[in-house]
């Protein structure tokens, strides 16, 4: 008997396994959001499909792999240590950071996402590849663990359940993956340990709106985590304001709304653009060695989603910096870059001539790509 | 969920123009034991930022959100702010602090609702006075107080009739103001409102009449600079939101027109 926790709340911050059971969250956590994954098949992936893009003319799609790829780089540069907050201290950034490199798997793997979110569905064969033969006790994530909030006195709109708030955990997604393994295998089902997020209520939007002011005093003293529409808001000024108060005053509304329950573990919310930033200069000197890699793609994001492709360089990092879209010859002035070479040898192995390599080492340099070396 | 019923309070909080040293005594040791004491500020960004650096364990709560919501215009969103403070303070028992630039009794909508309410409700307010924009603008004209100053908004004098005296220097404030939603912080818009003050002017001031955009350098140094013109060129370029014009009286004392350097 192989006990599992299921896929959500995803990323999982626990262990693989822990007292024999085995934490699936985990598993796809730890397979996807890696930067082996990242900087290989995911990279390669993208690239091919790029490629594959391009060739087919679909250029809005071109456009969205380009980005995807090019951040494969930052992504892969941030994901571990991001994994590693998560686990021991979760922040709205390290937050940004997985959710990215999720949609970037997802992107590369053609996965289904949890609706609403970034976090990727795995198909049935992952899943029946992590649980192995046998049969397997399923211990699905209660719906009143970590305490009520006494939400569920109020005629029946609140689900009243801790971390639940609507949020299927990926139980379903098991189930459905084992019953249909060849062997049919039998589920039993048992409940996961508490993980201690703070409540959700779920209500409609009317009920916002018109339950503001007690909903505002829950967040404020801690009460609820967070609120969960289950229709739209209605018109009008007086439900944007309420909404307003609500998300400002939840320190979890925004993640939760943006990311599912795992925003719960995180105050305020961070987009993946925000973490990135311009790389910081480099040292000029005579002889220069590369701090980034050079890479030539069909063109930017604008011009291929605009259906105009050309050969445009980038300057990518192995950090969490802004790619940098340069002409062609300055990825080949810094592949040209060892450690050793002078302008005259740079420029005679990029076969220009020195007049026209300085300014680009200039650019290089400044761009934070390459320094003294 | 719980009912709380203790009482709380409610304290607007004058931050001065923009520059820590500007913040008041009284301001500072407010700021400075808030955290601490569990008190729970609000603010928009540019007060989140000075706050920042006076006293950094203390979280400040955004508003800003409030001028970007769809189909909100300002006097409704102004009206909910003190709506929502009071309530926070008075019902939901929290120690709310307001932060505003400024000083709190200058054109401040909100701080004006919010001491209605408290008035009409016999609620306790503690205000915390600030150095008010007009110190620092000031500081680059010659004003003499002979005359008066009057003290209005350029939005009201464009469109809602408002007519500065001739007889006196006017200070009209808030000049890069186009819009009563939530999109007047982009200054390319404000030659929209500029022609329409200028038009208003030009029917009591000759086209000649020297008028100065007074206005802050901005962040670091916050310096109040000055641009002179003729009143007949006033819609010539944008000027900031928070940017004012200083109109001299017709026939006031000569150094009333002169920038001071």
């Known amino acids: ?373 | 969920m719980t009912e709380r019923t203790a009482a709380g309070s409610l304290t607007i909080v004058g931050l001065g123009p923009a520059r820590p040293e500007h913040v008041t005594l009284e301001a500072r040791e407010l700021l400075a034991g808030a955290a601490a004491a569990g008190a729970r500020a609000y603010g928009l960004a540019h007060v989140r930022s000075l706050v920042a650096s006076l006293a950094p364990d203390l979280e400040v709560r955004p508003l800003d959100y409030l001028y970007r919501l769809p189909g909100v215009d300002r006097p409704t969103a102004y009206q909910d702010l003190a709506r929502m403070l009071v309530r926070r303070a008075f019902q939901d028992g929290q120690d709310v602090l307001y932060l505003v630039a400024g000083s709190p009794l200058f054109i401040n909508d909100a701080v004006l609702l919010i001491r209605r309410q408290c008035a009409a409700e016999g609620r306790p307010l503690r205000l915390v006075h600030g150095i008010s924009f007009v110190e620092v603008v000031l500081e680059r004209v010659f004003w003499t107080g002979h005359r008066g100053l009057q003290l209005l908004s350029a939005w009201n004098v464009a469109r809602d009739g408002i007519s500065p005296s001739t007889e006196g220097p006017a200070l009209l404030c808030q000049l890069g103001e186009f819009s009563a939603g939530g999109e007047a912080l982009d200054p390319r818009g404000s030659p929209l409102v500029l022609v329409e003050l200028r038009d208003r002017l030009l029917e009591r001031f000759p086209a000649q009449h020297p008028v100065t955009v007074l206005y802050s350098s901005g962040h670091p140094d916050y310096l109040s600079l000055a641009r002179p013109l003729a009143l007949e060129d006033l819609a010539e370029a944008e000027v900031p939101v928070y940017s004012n014009l200083w109109v001299p009286a017709l026939h006031g004392p000569e150094i009333e027109r002169e920038v001071c350097p």
């Open chain 1, 1 to 373: 008997m192989t006990e599992v926790l299921p896929l959500g709340p995803f990323p999982s911050w626990g262990p693989l396994r822990k007292g024999g059971v085995l934490d699936l969250g985990a598993a796809l956590r730890d397979q996807l959001l890696s930067r082996r994954a990242l900087w290989g098949p995911v990279r390669k992936v993208l690239q091919g499909r790029l490629a594959h893009a391009v060739e087919e003319a679909s250029w809005p799609q071109a456009a969205e792999l380009l980005v995807a790829w090019l951040d494969t780089w930052p992504v892969g540069a941030t994901v571990e240590p991001a994994v590693s907050e998560w686990m021991s201290a979760p922040s709205a950034a390290s937050l940004a950071v997985l959710a990215r490199a999720s949609e970037l798997v997802g992107l590369a793997l053609a996965w289904p996402t949890q609706p609403g979110t970034p976090w990727p569905v795995p198909p049935a064969g992952w899943i029946r590849e992590q649980v192995g033969e046998g049969s397997v006790r399923l211990l699905r994530r209660g719906e009143d663990e970590g305490g009520g909030d006494g939400a569920g006195e109020d005629d029946g709109e609140d689900d009243g359940g801790e971390d639940d708030g609507g949020e299927d955990d990926g139980s379903e997604t098991i189930r459905a993956a084992l019953a249909g393994a060849p062997e049919g295998r039998l589920l039993e089902e048992g409940r996961a340990p508490s993980l201690g997020l703070p409540p959700v209520l779920t209500l409609t939007g009317e009920a916002l709106v018109a339950r503001r002011s007690e909903l505002a005093r829950a967040l404020v003293q801690g009460e609820l985590g967070a609120l969960r529409l289950r229709s739209p808001l209605p018109p009008g000024a007086a439900a944007q304001l309420a909404l307003g108060e609500l998300r400002m005053e939840g320190p979890h509304q925004r993640a939760f709304e943006r990311y599912g329950r795992v925003g719960l573990r995180v105050d305020g919310l961070v987009e993946w653009q925000e973490i990135l930033t311009e790389a910081p200069g480099g040292e000029d000197g005579p002889v220069l060695q590369a701090t980034a890699e050079g890479v030539l793609t069909p063109g930017t994001p604008g011009r291929l989603a605009r259906g105009e492709p050309e050969t445009i360089g980038w300057l990518v990092w192995d950090a969490a910096f802004l790619p940098v879209p340069v002409l062609p010859v300055a990825v080949q002035v810094l592949r040209a870059l060892d450690g050793e070479r002078g302008l005259d040898q740079v420029a005679a192995e990029v076969g220009v001539v020195a007049s026209v390599v300085a300014p680009v080492l200039d650019q290089l340099v400044a761009l934070g790509a390459a320094t003294a070396a």
